[in-house]
């Protein structure tokens, strides 16, 4: 028979919840994570074969953060016996003028970090990647940190780990009411009645409708991005994993690339380039005319890949305003955390988010990356 109260309830098993039940778990903490649909599920942000991990941002505060986050995977890694970082090396290039100004800007935060990198102009990069048709002006930051991490083997793991360290997991059950408390918050889902000290609220795209048990609303907006594979036309072992990398290319639509586990293939997407919408109208139908955006753009930047596409999938990203996430304590509620906002870029970080979140319960501070997380910028 399930006791129904605990020390901590995390609402939502994607990234976030799912590493924040393991690391609360691993602390000896009574943990319940409920998720509303089956564990590593289609319908939110966190499934599929790749998720490119990198400390190459322009923003030192991330790299910082990843560089934290690396360390947290390997220790999952030793705990569950699973391989989920596989590091491959990556690219971030640009050719014109602000693409290239965050080339730059991803080049000095990676030297501030201390990390590894090479500065390839256009003919090195065209040597070393001949498979990218390039102008003169190109400029790149090759990482040979950058890698990949499958996030629907990722919650899987998160999960049976909190699972294995005492956590009770229960899916297919949606929390339809918080009733909020300082000391006891009370959850109510469509199967039972549960109370805890402590709450984390990582509900992705959801989360607004929940804050409205806090009276409060955050400026996110929810989009539907795309991703789709394509088999190169000619030259198929150059786009093997061992011979292309992971690619960020900054341009007016930043486009990236993930070299396929399974064949020579290359997943390709825009990052930022999908509709608005409200999660309940979400119903992952494929956007054909995407897919031949992305042809047009590798017919043009990479052409022997513009060749037959496959396994074309949707997602969400539940964004902020200035694309930073969101991980704090909620105004007034000392006894409970959120995480959101991950704007297209949190999965990397999710074992990270997970700690900090334990910690803030905690303490009321984390020794993770997250000073520039804070919820305080979108109070008035
Ligand atoms: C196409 C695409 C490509 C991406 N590429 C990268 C990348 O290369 N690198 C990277 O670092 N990041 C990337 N991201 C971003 C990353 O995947 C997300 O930031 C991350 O997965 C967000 O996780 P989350 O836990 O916040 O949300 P989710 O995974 O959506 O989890 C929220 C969970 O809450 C559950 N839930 C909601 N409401 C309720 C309720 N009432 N009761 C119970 N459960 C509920 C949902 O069902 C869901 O499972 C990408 C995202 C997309 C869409």
Same mark, same amino acid.
């Given at each position: 028979?399930?006791?129904?109260?605990?020390? +901590?309830?995390?609402?939502?098993?994607?990234?976030? !919840?799912? &590493?924040? &039940? /393991?690391?609360?778990?691993?602390?000896?903490?009574?943990?319940? #994570?409920?998720?509303?649909?089956?564990? &590593?599920?289609?319908?939110?942000?966190?499934?599929?074969?790749?998720?490119?991990?990198?400390?190459?941002?322009? @923003?030192?505060? /991330?790299?910082?953060?990843?560089?934290?986050?690396?360390?947290?995977?390997?220790?999952?890694?030793?705990?569950?016996?699973?391989?989920?970082? %596989?590091?491959?090396?990556?690219?971030?290039?640009?050719?014109?003028?602000? !693409?290239?100004?965050?080339?730059?800007?991803?080049?000095?935060?990676?030297?501030?970090?201390?990390?590894?990198?090479?500065?390839?102009?256009?003919?090195?990069?065209?040597?070393?990647?001949?498979?990218?048709?390039?102008?003169?002006?190109? #400029?790149?930051? /090759?990482?040979?940190? %950058?890698?990949?991490?499958?996030?629907?083997?990722?919650?899987? +793991?998160?999960? @049976?780990?909190?699972?294995?360290?005492?956590?009770?997991?229960?899916?297919?059950?949606?929390?339809?009411?918080?009733?909020?408390?300082?000391?006891?918050?009370?959850?109510? %889902?469509?199967?039972?009645?549960?109370?805890?000290?402590?709450?984390?609220?990582?509900?992705?795209?959801?989360?607004?409708?929940?804050?409205?048990?806090?009276?409060?609303?955050?400026?996110?907006?929810?989009?539907?991005?795309?991703?789709?594979?394509?088999?190169?036309?000619?030259?198929?072992?150059?786009?093997?994993?061992?011979?292309?990398?992971?690619?960020? @290319?900054?341009?007016?639509?930043?486009?990236?690339?993930?070299?396929?586990?399974?064949?020579? &293939?290359?997943? +390709?997407?825009?990052?930022?380039?999908?509709?608005?919408?409200?999660?309940?109208?979400?119903?992952?139908?494929?956007?054909?005319?995407?897919?031949?955006?992305?042809?047009?753009?590798?017919?043009?930047?990479?052409?022997?890949?513009?060749?037959?596409?496959?396994?074309?999938?949707?997602?969400?990203? %539940?964004?902020?305003?200035?694309?930073?996430?969101?991980?704090?304590?909620?105004?007034?509620?000392? @006894? +409970?955390?959120?995480?959101?906002?991950?704007? !297209?870029?949190?999965?990397?970080?999710?074992?990270?988010?997970?700690?900090? #979140?334990?910690?803030?319960?905690?303490?009321?501070?984390?020794?993770?990356?997250?000073?520039?997380?804070?919820?305080?910028?979108?109070?008035?």
């Amino acid at each position: 028979m399930l006791s129904n109260n605990f020390d +901590v309830i995390v609402l939502g098993a994607g990234a976030m !919840g799912s &590493a924040a &039940a /393991y690391q609360l778990a691993q602390e000896g903490k009574k943990v319940l #994570l409920l998720e509303q649909f089956e564990i &590593a599920h289609s319908r939110g942000s966190t499934h599929g074969e790749s998720r490119i991990f990198r400390f190459a941002y322009t @923003n030192l505060a /991330y790299a910082e953060l990843a560089f934290q986050c690396k360390e947290l995977w390997r220790e999952l890694e030793k705990f569950s016996n699973e391989k989920l970082l %596989t590091i491959l090396g990556g690219i971030d290039f640009a050719e014109d003028e602000i !693409g290239k100004q965050n080339v730059l800007e991803v080049k000095n935060a990676l030297k501030q970090l201390g990390s590894e990198f090479e500065e390839l102009g256009f003919k090195e990069l065209n040597k070393r990647y001949p498979q990218f048709n390039l102008s003169k002006s190109a #400029l790149a930051i /090759y990482s040979p940190d %950058t890698g990949v991490i499958n996030p629907t083997q990722s919650i899987k +793991v998160m999960v @049976n780990s909190a699972k294995r360290l005492g956590a009770i997991v229960q899916d297919n059950e949606m929390v339809k009411e918080i009733r909020p408390s300082k000391e006891l918050v009370e959850i109510i %889902t469509e199967k039972n009645h549960y109370k805890a000290s402590n709450l984390i609220i990582s509900v992705g795209g959801w989360t607004n409708k929940l804050l409205k048990y806090f009276d409060l609303e955050l400026p996110l907006q929810v989009s539907q991005e795309q991703t789709v594979y394509f088999r190169p036309i000619r030259n198929h072992q150059l786009f093997t994993r061992e011979n292309f990398p992971v690619w960020i @290319n900054y341009q007016g639509n930043i486009v990236y690339g993930i070299p396929s586990f399974l064949e020579p &293939a290359i997943k +390709v997407g825009f990052h930022h380039s999908g509709h608005y919408l409200d999660i309940i109208d979400y119903h992952q139908q494929i956007n054909q005319e995407k897919i031949e955006q992305l042809r047009d753009y590798l017919k043009q930047y990479i052409p022997d890949l513009a060749g037959e596409d496959f396994g074309a999938s949707t997602c969400i990203y %539940t964004n902020t305003p200035d694309h930073d996430f969101l991980v704090d304590l909620l105004p007034n509620y000392p @006894n +409970v955390a959120i995480a959101a906002g991950f704007s !297209g870029h949190g999965f990397k970080f999710s074992i990270g988010i997970g700690k900090a #979140l334990s910690d803030l319960l905690n303490d009321g501070k984390s020794s993770m990356r997250i000073e520039h997380l804070s919820i305080r910028r979108f109070l008035v």
